[in-house]
């Protein structure tokens, strides 16, 4: 999902117009919306409390893509264990949710993840 994410961003944000950059952009969305629907992440949990971050205060959920990920911030030896969660859960979680908090970090407002499955149960 990181992937096509960083992939679709950054031809979004290139400034260069040439014929067919909307169609790219059109196959790198499809990509991510279904990467993301598709994928499972991994949330950090402490003594059986799921663990969120605040920020401005703001709260959020920090989910990973990996293990490697996870314990660039929340490291197994420092009591932190890991549970599935999945990207449709994500969407319906009382909070927003940041993916990779210890490296590209990436904000998943809950409305963006809604509608991401919106348009992901349309084309299927």
């Known amino acids: 999902y990181m992937l096509a994410l960083i992939k679709f961003q950054q031809e979004y944000h290139w400034r260069m117009n040439y014929e067919g950059k909307k169609a790219k952009l059109r196959s790198f969305e499809s990509a991510m919306i279904n990467g993301f629907c598709e994928s ?34 929340y490291k197994k030896s420092d009591g932190y264990e890991t549970i599935e969660i999945s990207a449709r859960e994500l969407a319906d979680a009382p909070a927003d949710s940041v993916i990779n908090v210890g490296s590209i970090a990436f904000r998943m407002a809950r409305g963006m993840a809604k509608q991401m499955f919106a348009i992901y149960e349309k084309d299927k």
């Open 40 to 73: 499972t992440f991994l949330q950090p949990v402490k003594d059986g409390v799921v663990q969120m971050i605040e920020k401005d205060a703001v709260r959020f959920f920090p989910v990973f893509t990996d293990d490697v990920e996870k314990e660039k911030a």
